[in-house]
Nanobody, 113 residues
Framework: QVQLVESGGGSVQAGGSLRLSCDAS????????MDWAHQAPGKQREIIAT???????SYTDSVKGRFTISRDNAKNTLYLQMNDLKIEDTGVYYC???????WGQGIRVTVSS
């Protein structure tokens, strides 16, 4: 059974930073691409960052240059470093893998002015 557990969310002022973590179990973490997704209030969930098993990364335009996805295969942990946060980054962030299309429970981030 795949388990993805996010941590590191919270409240921050615009321009601030947060780092999210996702601890994975029940899967061969190093072999699988991983994603972070964002669901803003009243909107659909959207994948915003992806990292391949080889470490290649891609981002949606709205976070490019501000967010960095990374992984530590020895710790089975996925990260999302979020800098220069904007009010529109508010919402719930989810860890995801296409292995069995598994999602974490989500963690809330609130960015205020």
């Amino acid at each position: 059974q795949v388990q993805l557990v996010e941590s590191g969310g919270g409240s921050v002022q615009a321009g601030g930073s947060l780092r999210l973590s996702c601890d994975a179990s029940g899967m061969l973490f190093s072999a699988n691409p991983m994603d972070w997704a964002h669901q803003a209030p009243g909107k659909q969930r959207e994948i915003i960052a992806t990292i391949t098993s080889g470490g290649d990364t891609s981002y949606t335009d709205s976070v490019k240059g501000r967010f960095t996805i990374s992984r530590d295969n020895a710790k089975n942990t996925l990260y999302l470093q979020m800098n220069d946060l904007k009010i529109e980054d508010t919402g719930v962030y989810y860890c995801h893998t296409w292995y069995r299309d598994s999602w974490g429970q989500g963690i809330r981030v609130t960015v205020s002015s």
